[in-house]
């Protein structure tokens, strides 16, 4: 008997060996699903658990995403928009079956483990006007109520993410203060989650003080020290994050609720569209986080004391974000949108190449491209219901394909478009101007994507099917050659 005894306890060993990673790693990342190429949540699970990172946050309480986490041992953060908070605010009853519907039935035995429900996206941001100030407390306590009824209050914590312009300094870090007419709101809030063991959640991206503004330092936007340094009595401040993180603390602080726990729900840096974003910077940035974050040295007003968690941003690139911000917004990811690392990152776990997604159901190796002979003058048209519908941001000033000519230009918005219309044929017409080709047409840092099938599973060939794609090719390259 005691061998079997023994046998056990090696197992147990074993497996809470291999969940560790998933335990006491501090840095989560963010899963946005808004793109016109979404890989299978199997898939993009299966890459969080291969580069260990066990920590997910998502926007939205997805049931096949959801269903795909289950038993994964990656601890998630589920959100609720904030369109959803007025009626989960007025409605007990609808908070009682959006709990059901969302967070217990995926949390059986072996299910999904979700830690928190984000109430809200940014629901303070100046932009809203004060549109759903009123509506965030009343959702929390009928959402509480509604996880205590389903008796998982002790275990899932309500937790609101904000954007960092909710508190403000005229100066310097420890002047910090809410902004007044949400001092209020912010102080019953905070006592709401000091009540119930849920930090404060924070968006930080110095990425955008630096893009906003022509004044701002480069050097204190990263980790590598600044020859621009904050002076703050006897505390000095060498990079962004830290002074925006201890003008938190001390408007915090302010309302009495100084040693309030911080988790960080967004920071990052894109890679491009802009040229202040690429994959140099964003690689320097997010490393240098990490890097500041697990040395614990915390920050000048909270030593020893980093953030409770980071969650980074993004996952994967989002071609369906709006771009009003910046054109970078479709390059959050450290991941392209197909599970591809832009750049080897270390989280500290020994880890430092990341792997890349296995399984992508891409769709056939092939591209739209502008006809060698087109006159460029009558594709401008073309070119802009191309790029209304697809993601051409990489095109824009300091994008990865500003530099590839005109006609470099044409063939990358008619390609967009192809893929995104799932390389139907007619999709790559525009009037004869374009033609298919099975050559790769990318250029140095400029992709050309080939799209993913919506089948979830790879686009397989015969072998009869592939003696047709090399007649094709050979036939697009004849055709090419007879233009030049």
């Given at each position: 008997m005691a061998i079997p005894n023994l046998v056990k306890a090696l197992v147990l060993c074993y497996l809470l060996q291999r969940s560790l990673p998933f335990v006491d790693s501090a840095i989560g990342i963010n899963w946005g699903t808004r793109s016109s190429h979404k890989l299978p949540p199997p898939v993009v699970v299966d890459l969080l658990k291969e580069n260990r990172v066990g920590k997910v946050k998502l926007f939205e309480a997805e049931p096949d995403i959801l269903h795909a986490l289950m038993g994964s041992g990656i601890e998630v953060m589920v959100?609720?928009?904030?369109?959803?908070?007025?009626v989960l605010g007025s409605s007990p009853a609808a908070c009682d079956q959006w709990v059901s519907r969302n967070v217990s039935r995926f949390m059986d035995k072996g299910g999904a483990d979700i830690r928190y429900i984000a109430v809200g996206n940014e629901p303070f941001l100046t932009t809203y006007q004060g549109q759903y100030q009123s509506l965030v407390l009343p959702a929390m306590l009928n959402l509480q109520q509604s996880?205590?009824?389903?008796?998982?209050?002790?275990?899932?914590?309500?937790?609101?993410?904000?954007n960092a312009d909710a508190y403000q300094s005229?100066?310097?870090?420890?002047?910090?203060?809410?902004?007044?007419?949400?001092?209020q709101i912010i102080t019953q809030l905070v006592s709401f989650l000091n009540t119930n063991g849920s930090p404060f959640v924070v968006n930080i991206y110095p990425f955008l003080s630096l893009y906003q503004s022509s004044d701002f330092p480069q050097d204190y936007a990263f980790f590598e020290g600044s020859s621009h340094p904050v002076v703050d009595g006897q505390n000095v401040y060498y990079n962004a994050f830290d002074g925006n993180f201890d003008t938190l603390v001390a408007a915090l602080n302010?309302?009495?609720?100084?040693?309030?726990?911080?988790?960080?729900g967004e920071v990052g840096w894109p890679s491009d569209g802009t040229a202040s974003a690429n994959l140099s910077a964003?690689?320097?940035f997010v490393q240098g986080l990490i890097n500041h974050v697990l040395s614990n040295k915390g920050t000048p007003l909270r030593p020893g004391v980093p953030p409770a968690d980071i969650y980074l941003f993004s996952l994967l690139d989002e071609d369906q974000k709006s771009i009003l911000p910046g054109s970078f917004e479709r390059h959050w990811g450290i991941f392209s949108f197909d599970g591809q690392a832009k750049y080897p990152l270390n989280l500290g776990l020994g880890n430092a190449a990341w792997k890349n997604a296995k399984?992508?159901?891409?769709?056939?190796?092939?591209?739209?491209?502008a006809n060698p002979s087109l006159d460029p003058s009558a594709v401008a048209n073309h070119m802009k219901v191309a790029c209304n519908v697809a993601d051409c941001t990489t095109l824009f000033y300091?994008?990865?394909?500003?530099?590839?000519g005109e006609k470099g230009n044409i063939s990358y918005a008619f390609n967009s478009y192809y893929q995104l219309q799932k390389q139907d044929?007619?999709?790559?017409?525009?009037?004869?101007?374009g033609m298919v080709t099975f050559l790769d047409p990318s250029i140095g840092d400029c992709r050309f994507l080939v799209g993913i099938s919506d089948s979830g599973s790879p686009v397989g060939c015969t072998n009869f099917c592939g003696l047709w794609i090399v007649a094709l090719w050979i036939l697009s390259y004849v055709r090419i050659l007879n233009v030049l």
């Open positions: 959100g609720i928009p904030n369109e959803l908070l007025g996880l205590v009824k389903a008796s998982l209050a002790s275990y899932i914590k309500l937790v609101v993410p904000c005229a100066s310097v870090p420890s002047q910090g203060t809410f902004r007044p007419e949400l001092t302010k309302i009495g609720y100084g040693q309030m726990p911080i988790a960080i964003a690689r320097a399984g992508v159901p891409y769709l056939p190796p092939r591209w739209c491209i300091g994008g990865s394909c500003n530099a590839i044929a007619r999709s790559c017409n525009f009037d004869g101007l």
